[in-house]
């Protein structure tokens, strides 16, 4: 049975950084992709980041509204990914929660929900302004 623990979430004042880690535990577990999303209250749940490894490169997603504030990092082989925050704001405030799926596919849809199989339980980031 595969699990996903995330740590790394708190409260911090804007302008801030945190680093979210993502650990996947599972014995046969070996991840294609693995990503961040985030649920502010009284909203939906919506992509933050994502990586997906390939025989070659290692492809980064980023929602725009983080693009050059948050880096996703991870390694496969662990089954961890992590995402650093820079500069944030109370608009990032939310329960992040990682993601990740096992399947290849011809084609991906990196955003979407369906796409992965696995889900944490989530990690609370607050920012204060």
């Known amino acids: 049975q595969v699990q996903l623990v995330e740590s790394g979430g708190g409260l911090v004042q804007a302008g801030d950084s945190l680093r979210l880690s993502c650990a996947a535990s599972?014995?046969?577990?070996?991840?294609?992709?693995m990503a961040w999303f985030r649920q502010a209250p009284g909203k939906e749940r919506e992509f933050v980041s994502g990586l997906r490894w390939s025989d070659g490169p290692t492809y980064k997603y980023y929602h725009m509204s983080v693009q050059g504030r948050f880096t996703i990092s991870g390694d496969d082989a662990k089954n961890t990914v992590y995402l650093q925050m820079n500069s944030l704001t109370p608009e990032d405030t939310a329960v992040y929660y990682c993601a990740a799926d096992q399947r290849y596919r011809t084609t991906w849809d990196m955003t979407a929900q369906s796409t992965y199989d696995y889900w944490g339980l989530g990690t609370q980031v607050t920012v204060s302004s």
């Open positions: 599972g014995r046969t577990f070996s991840p294609s992709v």
